[in-house]
């Protein structure tokens, strides 16, 4: 769906991992996994597909270092760290780098979000490590047919306002080019404060309140003049009838929620909170996805493939994503030295935020324009 985006995850572990032994694991994986070592290929009539890369890449670029930065999330040392990928037709659209210091290491991985959204990001590297270990790796399913929209052919054109509304995400034409690289620029670390700590209210989760208090603190930054179109991926392997659980592609619905000025001026961090709630309530079940993968199929009928560059994961004036991976255990992929001491995942995209959490709690990364 998103072509023009990226996303990535540092692994920090202590000593040095064997990169013979990475590769050669990854390379099990990825025929398990076959979008992940693919390219996008242009198919005429302004398609795209996906074909395996040939000839085959070495997967993993090595780096020497004296000594790893002293604080990983800082946007300079991820500059360094994580290795940058474009969704151009021809060009791989997974990279991975290792970064090596004496006593320790670092483990970049960044996946275009044309093939995959976070939780598959985790199935990935959860794959990876049983690899590792020399378990059996099972092929994660990725048919894209199981996706298919039952289209029905609307009578209205489909507007942005509408796109929005139904799926979540945000189209504005006209859109970039896809074969201008996009440098990726990286969000700070925050530590939020205890989600016990703040003014809650019953049945607030803590993902409920981090994010209302990343929407509350930034919102002077991000909200155009009408307000602040939000939007909270979901889940769907968890809603759609049918799909296995472990299913490998993108995310196709996005919690919307439209805060206007009034609302951010005078609502209270916990009233903000329910209506993070309520918009993620709302959309979390399978109608809300059958009905954006049918937006989706009627968009790529009336405007062609092309309208797939010009499908964004946030507003770019007046908009804010805010991803919660808090649930899923990163913490546990063993790539050969046991848990990684570290793990991070930077908000890459302008207008982003990532809910991660860690041993000690929560931590945030959030990506506003200066």
Known sequence: MFLGHAFSILLHFEGRLDEARLEASLATVLKGIPPLASSLVGLGNAHYGLVPLSPVPAWIDVHEVPQLPSELSAPSALGELVPRITSTPGQPLLAVRLTCAPSDCILAVSVSHAIADGYSLFLFLRAWSRAMSERRVEPLPWARQWLASQERRASATVTPEEFWNRTGFTWSPPGRALDVPRPSSFGKRTVPPDPSLLAGAEGLSSNDLLCAWLIQSHAGLLAGEAGLAVTIPVDYRRSLQGLPGNYFGNAIRGAPLWLDRRILR????????????????????????????ECLGQVLHEQGHPVLSELHTVHPSSGFLVTNVSRLPFGMVDLGRGPPLRVLLPAVEERTAVIQQTGEGFELSVNVPA
Do not use: N
């Open 266 to 293: 005078q609502e209270t961090l916990p009233e903000l909170a329910m209506r993070v709630k309520e918009a993620i309530r709302g959309v979390l079940h399978e109608h809300g996805a059958r009905d954006s993968l």
